[in-house]
Nanobody, 125 residues
Framework: QVILAESGGGSVQAGGSLRLSCAAS??????????MAWFRQAPGKEREGVAG???????SYTDSVRGRFTISRDNARNILYLQMNSLKPDDTAMYYC?????????????????WGQGTQVTVSS
């Protein structure tokens, strides 16, 4: 079993940057940890996949963040990152990290088995 803990959220003005981190502990070599992803959920909206990265470093992004966000993982330290640049008010949400077996469906929450508690990101205009 893997335990995930996010950090790095906060409040920033539009155009600013934040870096989120997600520390994984427990059975991090399990196949259920092959894909790590970031999701976000704004009030009144469904949870959406933002980006996913597999253990080999191959990354995928949803269209709205491609070119602004960068996902990466440090397998030796079991940490997942999300560098967010050129932030917009529409990026305001609770951000969650999650782990699963495959990044093929990184935008679909039901394909991920383990979730962190979330970290809030607020972008003001």
């Amino acid at each position: 079993q893997v335990i995930l803990a996010e950090s790095g959220g906060g409040s920033v003005q539009a155009g600013g940057s934040l870096r989120l981190s997600c520390a994984a502990s427990g059975d991090t070599d399990d196949t259920d940890n092959y894909c790590m992803a970031w999701f976000r959920q704004a009030p009144g909206k469904e949870r959406e996949g933002v980006a996913g990265v597999n253990r080999d470093g191959y990354a995928s992004y949803t269209d709205s963040v491609r070119g602004r966000f960068t996902i990466s993982r440090d397998n030796a330290r079991n940490i997942l990152y999300l560098q967010m640049n050129s932030l917009k008010p529409d990026d305001t949400a609770m951000y969650y990290c999650a782990s699963g077996r495959s990044c093929r469906y990184f935008q679909i929450p039901t394909y991920f088995t383990t979730w962190g508690q979330g970290t809030q990101v607020t972008v003001s205009s």
